[in-house]
């Protein structure tokens, strides 16, 4: 064995060592990447804080492991990406997902409701060279998460107070608040009372900043279901402002179709 002659004021101690953080792709668009790159300023101070060991999308250099952090973007949709996030599991000490596709499937879910194979016989000209999965499903099915991140894509303050928390070591201060919270806040008009424009915001979670209320535009729940959702009281609601049994079925089946709140609901509609 060779003999380790530094002394031990060169030896760091634990300390000394800056967390490890690492951001992970899986099938997406990449939009919840470009939103940490996107922080500008605010990943210099954080790239002083956390030593950025993985992260392709910003650079090819890659330290090894394991990783205090990892951010996971993305779902499962190959049996290459199942053994893939076991290892990553394997090899982090917190997992957070981030956007609707890690949490929730992704808009790529909607295969969930047909047959993958004669979509592939459609798009593709040698669906045999395709390996895929039936279902596009989110991180969590797979292995056990830290924290689940919402948005389509993440809002970006929302992002550094979740790697700000785990700096801290505290629990993250995302709200669990419906996106009416966000328009009372902001002292924007109920679209739906004041026109009777269908809006998904009173079971969406919070984190947009009531952004298509404000622009006189109903929600279409890029973020997900809230932590107090009640559909089938909500749905029929939906109804009265003019929807269809089709209409209900695809608003609830966009970016989060897969989370389990909008998925029930949306199958409950088809059986109308």
Not at 126 to 142: E, K
Not at 162 to 168: E, K, M, R, S
Request: aromatic residues 6%; glycine residues 8%.
């Amino acid at each position: 064995m060779p003999i380790d002659d530094r002394s031990t004021d060169d030896v760091p101690t634990v300390t000394d060592r800056r967390p490890k953080l690492a951001v992970w792709k899986f099938a997406s668009c990449d939009g919840c990447q470009l939103t940490l790159l996107d922080c500008e300023d605010e990943l210099l101070g954080i790239a002083e804080k956390v030593d950025i060991s993985h992260f392709l999308e910003a650079s090819s250099a890659i330290g090894p492991g394991p990783y205090d952090l990892s951010l996971v973007e993305g779902s499962v949709t190959t049996a290459q990406d199942v053994a893939r996030i076991r290892h990553v599991r394997a090899v982090s000490r917190r997992l957070v997902t981030i956007g609707a596709c890690a949490t929730a499937g992704g808009v790529q879910a909607l295969r969930n409701y047909a047959d993958v194979t004669e979509f592939q016989a459609v798009v593709y000209a040698r669906p045999d060279y395709v390996a895929t999965l039936a279902t596009s499903t989110p991180i969590g099915a797979h292995v056990p998460v830290d924290f689940e991140l919402r948005g389509c894509p993440i809002d970006r303050g929302q992002l550094l107070e979740v790697i700000t928390a785990h700096l801290a070591g505290r629990k993250p201060g995302v709200p669990e608040h419906s996106v009416c919270f966000e328009c009372k806040q902001r002292g924007t008009t109920c679209v739906t009372v004041a026109h009777g424009t269908p809006c998904l915001g009173p079971v969406t979670h919070a984190g947009c900043g009531a952004l298509c209320p404000t622009f006189g535009r109903g929600c279409y729940g890029c973020f997900g279901p809230s932590d107090s959702t009640n559909l089938p009281a909500f749905v029929p609601l939906l109804r009265r402002d003019g929807m269809d049994t089709l209409d209900v079925v695809r608003v609830l089946r966009t970016f989060n179709t897969a989370a389990e709140e909008f998925d029930a609901a949306s199958r409950r509609e088809e059986l109308r």
